[in-house]
Nanobody
């Protein structure tokens, strides 16, 4: 079955960096676009970034453009979200997502907390 497992979250000071990983299994990873979402305590889940199945195209939400980079390593069945210049408003649970076989699949997420 499809599984997405995120890791790499933690506590970081403002201006710091983190790299999140999304390890995938149960499907042909290189055939699918991968998306990252964030959910803060008082907000709906929001889209953060996407990468195409080939890795040749990426898109970002305006709030993270220029600070976050999405990437993928198909040999490792893993997608990444590199986050630089983190700010307190980036505090959220970050989850990866795919849409496959007319279904949405989500990982459980990894907590990112930005605080001094």
């Amino acid at each position: 079955q499809v599984q997405l497992v995120e890791s790499g979250g933690g506590l970081v000071q403002p201006g710091g960096s983190l790299r999140l990983s999304c390890k995938a299994s149960g499907f042909t990873f290189h055939n699918y676009a991968i998306n990252w979402y964030q959910q803060s305590r008082d907000k709906e889940r929001e889209w953060v970034a996407s990468i195409s199945s080939s890795g040749g195209a990426t898109e970002y939400a305006g709030s993270v453009k220029g600070r976050f980079t999405i990437s993928r390593d198909d040999a490792k069945n893993t997608a990444y979200l590199t986050m630089n210049n983190l700010q307190p408003e980036d505090t959220a649970i970050y989850s990866c997502h795919i849409y496959a076989n007319r279904r949405n699949y989500w990982g459980r997420g990894t907590q990112v907390t930005v605080s001094s």
